[in-house]
Each structure stands twice: as C-alpha cells, then as structure tokens.
C-alpha cells in the first residue's frame, strides 16, 4: 500500500476543514506563501 504525501500546508487546512472553519485571516508574505498556494490549490 503506498500512501500519499501532503505538504504541511494542505494539512493544516485539512484540519481546519474538519473543524469547521471556513474563514482565516493573515498577510499574504514569504511566511504565509506556501498556505497561499495551498488555498489556492483548493
């Protein structure tokens, strides 16, 4: 059985996902790029 990999990024939105939430907050910057990516992918 092979698993699949998922960035951090995807992740954490996975978890927000599951928690409810359908609305963040932040400053688009070299930080936050990868989460950027991973909204935007979604």
Same mark, same amino acid.
């Given at each position: +059985? &092979?698993? !699949? %990999?998922? &960035?951090? *990024?995807?992740? +954490? =939105?996975? #978890? =927000? %996902?599951?928690?409810? #939430?359908?609305?963040?907050? !932040?400053?688009? *910057? !070299? &930080?936050?790029? *990868? =989460? +950027?990516?991973? =909204?935007?992918?979604?």
């Amino acid at each position: +059985m &092979t698993q !699949g %990999k998922i &960035t951090a *990024s995807a992740a +954490m =939105l996975n #978890v =927000l %996902k599951t928690w409810g #939430v359908d609305t963040i907050y !932040g400053i688009p *910057s !070299g &930080t936050l790029s *990868s =989460l +950027m990516d991973a =909204l935007a992918e979604d």
